[in-house]
C-alpha cells in the first residue's frame, strides 16, 4: 500500500511536530513562531491538512519534512514527502505518523493493535496524528499519543497562533512535548 515504505534512522533525533496548519485558509503562510520552535530539530513531521504543498517547502527550509495526507488534503498532487501513512524507525523505536487513525475509544470494537495493523502494519511506539486540532501527549497500551494540534488554526479558530510539538528520542528514551506558540 501507498504510504507504508519503512525508512529506518540509527540514531538519536529531535523531531518537530506539526499538523492541521490549513494554509491558505488560516493564514498566508505559517507565522514565524513555527522557525523559532523547530530550530535545531533534524526532522519534521506533518500530520496532514496542509492543503497547499508549499507548506512542506517552507518547512523544508528548517529540516528534512515528511508529511501524511489528511481529509483537506484530497486534491494535493503527488510528492515524495507526501504518503496516506508514513513509518518511520529512529534509534530502534517505530513512529508511525497518520492524520486521524481512529483511536480505540471509537467505536467500541476498535482496539490500539487494530489501529496500528490497519495505519502502520503493525505495532509501533509513538503515534503522531492531526486532524482535531487539539494538542495532546498522553500513554495509551504503552504507545506515545502525539497530536501537535495546529499552529495557525488551533480548535478550528483563525487569528490566533497555537501549538507545535517536538520529540526527542535519545538512546531507549522517547519523549514529546508541547511548545504553545506566542506573538
Known amino acids: 500500500m501507498v504510504g507504508r515504505r519503512e525508512r ?7 523531531i518537530g511536530l506539526i499538523a492541521d496548519t490549513h494554509i491558505p485558509e488560516a493564514g498566508k503562510e505559517l507565522p514565524r513562531q513555527v522557525r523559532e520552535a523547530f530550530n535545531g530539530v533534524d526532522l519534521i513531521l506533518h500530520a496532514g491538512d496542509l492543503i497547499v504543498l508549499s507548506v512542506l517547502d ?6 528534512p519534512v515528511l508529511a501524511v495526507r489528511g481529509n483537506g488534503d484530497c486534491g494535493l498532487p503527488s510528492d515524495p514527502r507526501l504518503r ?6 529512529v534509534a530502534g523505536k517505530r ?9 480505540p475509544e471509537e467505536p467500541s470494537w476498535r482496539t490500539l493493535d487494530k489501529v496500528m495493523e490497519r ?3 503493525g505495532p509501533v511506539d ?9 494538542a495532546i501527549v498522553e500513554t495509551y497500551n504503552g504507545v506515545l499519543l502525539v497530536n501537535p494540534g495546529s499552529p495557525s488554526f488551533p480548535r478550528g479558530m483563525v487569528g490566533l497562533l497555537g501549538t507545535v510539538g517536538i520529540l526527542r528520542i535519545e538512546d531507549d528514551t522517547v519523549e514529546a512535548s508541547i511548545t504553545p506558540l506566542y506573538w
Not at 8 to 14: A, L, T, W
Not at 95 to 103: F, K, R
Open 84 to 89: 496516506e501513512t508514513q513509518v518511520l524507525t
Open 58 to 63: 517552507w518547512l523544508e527550509v528548517i529540516a
Open 95 to 103: 513512529i508511525g505518523l497518520c492524520h486521524y487513525p481512529g483511536l
Open 119 to 121: 495505519n502502520f502494519n
Open 126 to 134: 509513538v503515534i503522531v496524528f492531526g486532524h482535531t486540532h487539539v
Open 8 to 14: 529506518i534512522v540509527n540514531s538519536d533525533m529531535r
